[in-house]
């Protein structure tokens, strides 16, 4: 489960180190390309090969069927990039994607319970700082969870 935020910098070829946690959370399905997917223009979802897959066969056995669900194929893969993870851990975000996200230099890693998400630093604290304790507990409490 991913879980915690880590803030980054992104080097002069567009990478930043994962998060110790995040390789550890990575290593059963660790693979040397992560699928990156921007539906929000807000942040990056960052699946782990597997749990992408998954998504992927879930969508496809009626991706046909109709107009809405061929737009849902379409817009599913045409938003998604394989992101590179080289051998020390350090994965690449290409420009296409940093573009869709609004990503500078600065990234916040957001554990997302099966996936994460890569926010613009800025962004992600401007959202943080609008969001409350209290909106969370509705949110929990609209999902049917209490704390």
């Known amino acids: 489960m991913f879980v915690g935020t880590f803030e980054r910098k992104l080097d002069s070829s567009n990478r930043f180190r994962l998060p110790k946690e995040t390789l550890r959370e990575l290593a059963p399905d660790m693979a040397s390309r992560l699928p990156c997917l921007s539906i929000s223009g807000e942040c990056l979802l960052v699946f782990p090969p ?17 107009p809405r ?3 849902l194929a379409r817009d599913l893969f045409a938003n998604t990039e394989n992101c590179k993870v080289d051998g ?17 230099s600065d990234v ?9 998400e890569i926010w613009a630093r800025e962004r992600f604290h ?21 704390i």
């Open 69 to 71: 669900q061929r737009q």
């Open 126 to 146: 401007a959202r943080r700082r609008r969001e409350t304790g209290e909106s969370l507990r509705d949110m929990l409490g609209e999902s049917g969870l209490t």
């Open 50 to 66: 597997r749990q992408f897959r998954e998504i992927v066969e879930r969508s496809s056995t009626a991706e046909i069927s109709t």
């Open 88 to 104: 020390t851990g350090r994965m690449m975000l290409p420009a296409n994607s940093r573009e869709c996200a609004g990503i500078g």
């Open 108 to 116: 916040v890693l957001v554990g997302a319970g099966r996936y994460f």
